[in-house]
Structure formats: C-alpha cells, structure tokens
C-alpha cells in the first residue's frame, strides 16, 4: 500500500471567537475512505466519555460483518498547524486517493485519479 | 414544518460557508428549570389530564376539547416556532411546546459545508417522505423552503413530499454524477440535525448543522456507488444476516385479540392455500401494556399457541416497546428501579413520561449493562410463555414520550454516565434493538441468529436487524411513497427494510391491497398491518378473486426466497444494497438517476409494479443498452434495454423482469411456508447475455443459525456460455463454504432464456463423471429451452453439456 505524506505539517483550525483550538485528525483507509475528526485539544470533550457515537455506531474490526477483512488505516495524522498538506495514498482497488488541505479558509477536498469527488469548504 | 425554524434560519444566515463549531458555554447561572409540564403531568394547571394521545394531546378529565400542548404555551412569550427568542445565540434555557431545555451548556452546534463538484443529484439522508433524488431546500427547482431534518420522531399520521423528520436518522449522502462517478459522506453525528440541499456552481452542495455532538465526517470518495456502499459498510457494518423465515411473508394487525383469534387466523391461511410465516401480536397482547407479559384471560397458554403455530413451520412476534411502566407490581419496573437502569432527571431521579401504559419510565440502552439486563429478560424463564419460537418487534423508539416535547424526550434527560439525551437521541432505537437482538442471541445459547423490527434507526442499525417505514397509510400516495423511502434507506446502508403493506391507517380497497402486496413482494421486508380502527383485512376478506391474487403475490414472493436470500448474503458480505434505484446498477445514464417508480432486486431483477389507481399499463424503463436484454420472468418475453415502454399490467400482473447475463434460483413447489421448503427441488432460470454467457450465485446454509459463520454453508456459483449453434456449458462450482454442509436439494429444472437454436442433445456430467442424457423441450419461438428433472445437486459442481 503506497502512503506518501507530503509534509504533515498541521493546520490550526479556528473556531468561534474566544474558542480553544482545535486539530483536525486525518484518517485515510485501505477502502479509500476518509475520517476527518475534530479534537478539541484543550477543553473537556462535550460528550466523549463515554464516546456513545464511536463505539457503537462504528463497527469494530472484529465485528459480525463478513465484509473480508476490516477496513485498516493506512494513514493517520493530526494537523494541529497552519500550513497547507497533502495526503495521497493508493486504496485496495489501486486507485490513487488524495486528501488535500488548506488552512486559510480551511478547505479539504478529497480526489480520486485526479477527479475531485468530494469538498468541505470552510472557512 | 420545521419544528426550529427560526434556529434553522438564523444559523443558515449566520454561518454561510463556515466550518462551524461553536463551543460550550457556560450556563451563565440558568437553572435547570423543571418547569415542564411533562414532568408533571399538567399542561394547565386547572384541569387535569388524565392521558396523553400518540399524537402529544393531552386528553382531559372534564372531557373538553383536546388542546395541543403547543398552542397552550403559545401566548406565553414564545416566537412562532414555540421557542423562546430570548435564549437563542446564547447560554440558558429554551422553551419549546410548553417544555422547558434547560440546555446547561448553552449552545454547543456544529457544522459545515459539503459540495459534491461533479454531481448532478445528491441521494440519502434517510428518513423522509420525499423523492429519491433530494429535492433542493433553498426553494430552486421546484424544492423545498425549509432543511431536511434528522430527528426520531414518533409522527402522528406524516406527510408525504415534506423534509420533516420521521422515525429514524442515518446520516449519509450519495452523491451521483451524470456520468457514473459516485461519492459521498456519513456525518458521523446522532445529534438533532439540518440538512440543506443547494446547486452549486458546479455540482450540488450541501450544508450540515448539529445541534450538539463532535465534527466527525467520514468521507467516502467512491468513485462508483459500489465502492461507495462497500467504504460505508466497512464503517458501520453490513446487514445482519436474517433469518430466513424474516425474509418470508409476516401477517400483522393491531390487534389480533386473543389465542382463538390467532387460531383463526392460522387455519384461514391454511384453508386457503396461503403461505405466511409469522403472526404478530401488537401491544394488546400484554397485561396492561406490561411487556414480557400476557393477557392471561386472552391469552391463556402461549407456549401451547406458539408450539401450534410451530408445527407447520410459523412463527410469532410481540411487540416489546422501550417504556415501562411504573407499576411497583410489574417485575421488569422493579428490577429496573431498584438496580437504577433508567434515564434520569435532572436532578437524578427516574425520569417518568407518559406512553400506551401511561406513566412510564425509560430504560438508559446506552449504557451496555443496560442492555446486558435487557437481553437477559428475553430468557425463556424470564419471559414467561415465550419460546424460541417468538421474535420482537420494538416500536415507539424514537422514544415516543406522549407528553414530551414533539411527543419524545426532554434533551435534558440524563443517561446513567451523564450524558444528556440531546447526545445521544438519534441513537435510543438503535440501542434498544441492539439489546433485544442479543437476547435473542443468548436466550438460545449463542446459536440462533435474532428477528427484531425496529421503528427507530440510526447509522449502524443494519447490524441489528429490520426497520419499517413506521405509521403509512391505506392510499395509494403511500404505495407510491414507500419506494423512494425504501431505496433511500437501502442506500444508507440499512437494507432490511419495508413499508406496511395495505397502509397503517385507513382501509384499503381490493384494488390497493392488490397493487401493494404484488410492491410489497418484491420489497426486503414484507408484512401486512394495519391499525386497529382498520377493517380486517387479512387477504381471505376481499373476495375470491382478491385472494387469489394476493396469494399470487405472496408465492412470487416464496419462490423467489432463494435468491432473496442470496442478495441479503451478498449484502451482508459486501455491503450491498438489496433494493437498488436503477442508476447504481447503470451508472452512466443520466435518464435514471430520478427514477423511483421501479427499482432492482440485486442485480438481476426490476420490479415496475402498478401504483396508480385503476391503471392498468406501467411506464417502464429498461435500462441498460442494446446490450441488455430483459425477460418478463412469467412470458419469457424479451425486452431490448435502453428503451421505455408502456407495458399491459392488469390486475393480476406485476411487471417483473430478468435481466440478461444472469441466473436466478427458484423454489416453485407452493408451501404453506418457508420452513416448509427446506427440502424441495430448485429451478435455475438462466437469460442468456450479449455475449452468450449468464452467472448467478446461491447462498445455503440453515436458515436459522450463526454456523454458516464457522463454514456450514453452500455458496454455489453458476456459469452458462453457449455459443450461436446452441454449443454450450452449464456448471455449478462451490466457491466457499464447508463442503461437510451439503444439503442434498436437487435442480429439478433449468430454463435458459434466449437459447439460440434447439440443441441435438443435453448431457449431465456429475463430480463422479459419469454423463447422462436428460430431457428438453426448445421453444423456437420464444427461444426457451427447458431442460427437465436433471436431478443434479444444488450444493454439488456438475456441469450440462448443451450440443448443437
């Protein structure tokens, strides 16, 4: 499984005035997959403990579904600077997977062979 | 309507284009008021109410009119949305219906945008009464004016073509391109929640606001709808593998009265020739609501009616519903109270609201020993008078609270950990059915697979068990509806899904109750209900005609039983939906992607049934190119794909179809039901393709239990080419499973559809090589050819030798 990681500098993300900062945590899966989860590093979780949505919404890697082999992080990474970044991996099917990140305003776009599949604009 | 409109309005004005997260605050000193009526039971303090309808009025001593609760708070300073202007955009309580949020952590909402570049349509977001293709909410294209809401709701007769919430919440959306690229995302979020739909400049936009919870968004970049469905499976989970009998025909009604009444019931089916395979009991049932219980005078030795039911091949289920009733007598509420397993006030004591047993106390499902407990009441010793043969049906998970705020919880409510109910509320149903789904696991020593239906749903339920589009009704609008509704749902990821067939509410005619039951055959969970103001309308009620039409209906449906269970294998192996809009499976036509007035089963069969009053023709779409080729699966009549056409569907018609290149299995021998079936012959219907070649697959195992997860199964591959002189090849290979499992069913006859020319000759070669000539009959003008008792194995490799 190819996993390029072009820099992995971090992104700082701003929140509301007067707001903690927060990381941006960056998940890629062998399906091709791609958790992008916000972790309020300096404040207390509003509902995390215990986390009722991921461990139990999320199925386990040795849960009851036959789906052959669980799906597997094949990168992970936790932004917590203001510079941009590049993910890019290859998924089980061979097709290349970029997660692209800017800091200002926050964009994250997600590529497949090039084509831009999916945005979340920010900021 | 949008029960927050102002708070939608404000924050969609406020965040335009923003990552949003906005933080926890301070309560700035509000209390918690407990200033809800629901907590008290009083509405007005003046008049006493003595219950609550589902429908959250309260119902008065003095016998007056009903008032809303809404209304009774409207004058009280609230905006027109029934909330109090004053709180939002800070910290401290909210009012709302005449309830109070004390909302300690002011507002702590989240959200952001997500466009899909490329996309021409956007899909998902289950569970509304709208079209399959989401309908924009920003008023453009003939869409909506308010958000898609994402909120268990237990709503009182919903309307259809509305963004209102519904019973259940999965938080994803398919986005496809009118050139086949699919993507799409699961906010990962079981928090109240607004969808906007919006054009983008390029593509479809989307915008998602929480009220609470944590930015966890999955994104799921496809780049095919197969891909995409396979990336949110290995998240979430696959559908549970059901029982096979879940996937048969369920007969339901509120109320079947007592064990006579069931006898009945039993023996009409029988005397009509009608196959069915489970009966269900509705809340009636129990003693005063009390679940695990019976009403003894009604229904006496249980155990004795459930063994009857047994003896050919029926099964029953009851409704276990969240609420219990605080009735110190009542031996579930004791234990529950005493070892402290209930939602909690504020001020931590039991939090009690008022359902079918009146004053009720909720059981926390989120925490797991909660839920340990729950499952070890389904103990046969502990549910007294059930049996292995018994199944559940959870319904009013949302949780239906009947003097709640929007007839649910307070989202102040705390769980057993803390957590307060705005948390966690998308979830309630899920857990429970988590819950009762294990014990049915335990309850049979970790041997039989589980049969829950649930009302409420979130991501995940797929895991657990079955959903049904919750209280619909006796019009052919529903009919109508129930297909978007149902594929959207298959889309998200929760395939074991159906809409109740007949309509909950009203009295079908003949003609609906024809028109739904040939639908409802061909949808992935198939039960007929009604509510208990509702005429009876079991399928022996509207006539001799009728029933022979239902009964027809109801045998397509156990024929095929086969490879439904096949495609729910594949759905629970690959994360495949069972019932797919036709645009998944013929990426690249853009004609398709709105398309939501038939649908496929798999891969292989399109369903175009009637669902317009006195029509008798269908407009039917047969996708897929020249290349394509597609059987009527009773005339083996040939239709071209890429073409429309207005196809004759009388009365007794459903327009079903095969497409070519496949191979579907069969059991045709009428049973009484599906149990009934287990040692009868199969038929192979192979529609020969473009290319001369068909496949298909066949899961066995035994119906029932989890060893098929140690390898007790068959999963059998079928191939056939055959070449334009009628020279071919038939095999069966088996692909996996334990080769010890080998169920010793036969193929009694195989159908091949579009055989080019009469062959000279058809021979069997068996695993032991021996080779022997069978009997055929060829059709030249239809070009069937019908190969008769080739008594191969089911679960066996051979191959058939066809010579031109």
């Known amino acids: 499984m190819a996993t390029t990681d072009s820099g992995m500098s971090a992104v700082v993300l701003s929140p509301e005035a007067g707001a903690a900062p927060l990381s941006l945590h960056v998940r890629c899966m062998a399906s091709g997959a791609v958790q992008l989860r916000m972790e309020e590093s300096s404040m207390a979780p509003r509902w995390e403990s215990p986390d009722i949505v991921t461990k139990e919404t999320l199925e386990p890697a040795t849960g009851v579904g ?25 998924n089980a099917a061979g097709q290349q997977v970029q997660v692209v990140i800017n800091p200002s305003p926050l964009s994250i776009k997600v590529f497949v062979e090039a084509q831009e599949m999916v945005a979340i604009n920010t900021l | 309507m949008c029960a927050h409109a102002l708070l939608c309005t404000s924050r969609r004005g406020l965040y335009r284009g923003k990552l949003y997260l906005e933080q926890r605050r301070n309560g700035g000193g509000a ?8 907590g008290t039971g009083q509405a007005e303090p003046q008049r006493k109410i003595l219950d609550w309808g589902e429908d959250g009025k309260p119902i008065y001593e003095d016998g007056g009119a009903e008032e809303d609760a809404v209304a009774a708070v409207a004058a009280t300073g609230a905006d027109d949305a029934g909330r109090d202007t004053a709180a939002l955009g800070g910290a401290g309580p909210e009012s709302f219906g005449g309830h109070t949020d004390s909302m300690p952590n002011g507002h702590v909402s989240v959200g952001t945008d997500i466009s899909f570049p490329s996309a021409s349509h956007v899909y998902g977001i289950p569970e509304h009464a709208t079209d399959l293709a989401l309908k924009n909410t920003d008023g453009s294209d003939g869409g909506y004016s308010e958000p ?41 979020n079981p928090t109240e929640t607004f969808v906007d739909v919006t054009n983008a400049a390029a593509g479809k936009a989307s915008r998602w606001m929480s009220e609470s919870g944590l930015f966890d968004l999955w994104v799921l970049p496809g780049p095919t709808a197969h891909s995409v469905f396979k990336q949110y499976a290995l998240i979430t989970g696959t559908q549970a593998l059901p029982p096979k009998f879940a996937l048969a025909y369920h007969q339901c009604r509120w109320n079947y009265k007592d064990e006579g009444d069931v006898n009945q019931v039993d023996q009409q089916f029988e005397a009509h020739d009608f196959p069915y395979d489970v009966i269900w009991l509705d809340i009636e049932h129990t003693d005063g609501k009390r679940y695990f219980t019976w009403d003894k005078p009604l229904f006496p030795d249980p155990v004795r009616m459930q063994e009857q039911l047994a003896q050919r091949g029926h099964k029953m289920v009851t409704i276990v519903d969240p609420h219990i009733k605080r009735d110190s007598n009542y031996h579930v509420h004791a234990e529950a109270a005493s070892k402290g397993l209930y939602i909690k006030n504020p001020d931590g004591s039991d939090f009690d609201g008022w359902c079918w047993p009146g004053s009720s106390s909720y059981l926390d499902f989120t925490a797991e020993h909660v839920r340990e407990w729950w499952a070890d009441q389904f103990a046969l010793d502990k549910y007294v008078g059930s049996t292995l043969n ?4 959870n319904d009013m998970n949302e949780p239906s609270v009947f003097n709640g705020p929007e007839v649910s919880m307070q989202k102040d409510k705390l769980s057993l950990s803390g957590v307060e109910h705005r948390e966690w509320h998308n979830l309630y149903g899920f857990y429970q059915q988590m819950a009762t789904a294990r014990g049915h696991v335990k309850r049979s020593g970790d041997v039989a697979r589980p049969f829950v239906l649930s009302r409420a749903f979130a991501a995940g339920s797929q895991r657990v068990g079955a959903i049904w589009t919750g209280d619909n009704a006796a019009e052919w609008s529903h009919l109508e509806a ?73 045998r397509e449906r156990y024929a095929l039983l086969p490879f439904w269970y096949t495609v729910f294998y594949k759905s629970h192996t690959e994360g495949q939906p069972v019932m797919r809009p036709l645009w998944v499976e013929f990426p690249g036509d853009a004609s398709l992607l709105t398309e939501q007035r038939s649908w496929m089963v798999g891969s292989d069969l399109l369903v175009a049934p009637v669902m317009k009053q006195g029509a008798t023709q269908v407009d039917v779409v047969f996708p897929g190119g020249s290349s394509v080729t597609w059987y009527d699966v009773r005339s083996f009549e040939a239709v071209s794909g890429g073409s429309r056409a207005s196809v004759s569907a009388p009365i007794d018609v459903v327009p079903v179809y ?18 009934l079936m287990a040692s009868d012959p199969f038929t192979l219907t192979a529609a020969i393709g473009a290319d001369g070649a068909a496949s298909g697959t066949l899961f066995v195992d035994d119906d029932l239990t989890f060893a098929y997860a140690n390898g007790a199964f068959r999963h059998m591959a079928f191939s056939l080419q055959v070449d334009g002189a009628a020279n071919g090849l038939m095999q069966s290979k088996h692909v996996s499973g334990d080769v010890a499992f080998a169920p010793d069913n036969v193929v009694e006859r195989i159908v091949v559809l579009g055989f080019p020319a009469a062959p000279k000759a058809v021979t069997v070669t068996a695993a032991d090589g021996g080779a022997t ?4 009959e060829y059709d030249a003008q239809s070009k069937v050819l019908t190969v008769r008792k080739p008594q191969l194995a089911i679960s066996g490799d051979w191959t058939l030798t066809f010579t031109g």
Not at chain 1, 70 to 90: C, R
Not at chain 2, 31 to 38: D, G, I, L
Not at chain 2, 518 to 533: K, L, S, V
């Open chain 1, 66 to 90: 036959m789906l052959s082999g669980a799906d597997a992080s094949v990168a992970e990474h936790l932004h917590t600077t203001a510079d941009a970044s590049v993910m890019a991996f290859t």
């Open chain 2, 31 to 38: 209390a918690r008021t407990t200033a809800e009526a629901a």
């Open chain 2, 148 to 188: 898609y809401r994402l909120y268990n709701l237990d709503v009182f007769e919903y309307e259809l073509d509305n963004p209102m919430a519904l019973y259940g919440s999965i938080p994803v959306m398919v986005a496809s391109a009118a050139g086949g690229a699919t993507a799409g995302v699961f906010w990962n």
């Open chain 2, 390 to 393: 018994l199944f559940t049906w």
């Open chain 2, 482 to 554: 129930s297909v978007p509704m149902l594929l959207t749902i298959n889309l998200a990821g929760l395939h074991f899904a159906g809409a109740d067939v007949g309509g909950f509410f009203g009295n079908p005619d003949a003609e609906l109750m024809t028109r739904w039951y040939q639908a409802g055959a061909y949808q992935p969970f198939f039960r007929a209900h009604a509510h208990i103001d509702a005429k009876r309308r079991e399928p022996w009620l509207f006539g001799e005609e009728t029933t022979q039409r239902l009964r027809t209906a109801v």
């Open chain 2, 658 to 675: 095969q497409r070519s290149g496949s191979i579907i299995p069969r059991q045709e021998r009428p049973r009484r039901s599906s149990a």
């Open chain 2, 773 to 776: 000539n069978v009997d055929f």
